[in-house]
Nanobody, 122 residues
């Protein structure tokens, strides 16, 4: 059974950092692209970033580039999202996802975590 489990959400201060983790089981992330998406209350789910496992290539949404960094740990089968300079508008549920296609469309991802809430206080 494939599972993606996110950790690390919570309350952060404006301008502060927060790191999210996504641990995978039932699949080996070396064969997948892993992405992070987020969904704020009342808004559609939006792409944050993705990493192509085979090459480590990354892509970011324009508004997150420079503030967010995606990385991976092969041995732990885990992907991380390091966030800096957080803003109140970063408040959302953050999801990790795995799929075969490298890109920003949620349709490219077959497996999803349950999400973790990030709240940035102003």
């Amino acid at each position: 059974q494939v599972q993606l489990v996110e950790f690390g959400g919570g309350l952060a201060q404006t301008g502060g950092p927060l790191r999210l983790s996504c641990a995978a089981s039932g699949l080996t992330l070396t064969s997948y692209t892993t992405g992070w998406f987020r969904q704020a209350t009342g808004k559609e789910r939006e792409f944050v970033t993705a990493i192509r496992w085979s090459t480590g290539s990354t892509t970011y949404a324009v508004s997150m580039k420079g503030r967010f960094t995606i990385s991976r740990d092969n041995a732990k089968n885990t992907v991380y999202l390091q966030m800096h300079s957080l803003k109140p508008e970063d408040t959302a549920v953050y999801f990790c996802a795995a799929g075969r296609v490298f890109g920003s469309s949620s349709l490219s991802y077959n497996y999803w975590g349950q999400g973790t809430q990030v709240t940035v206080s102003s």
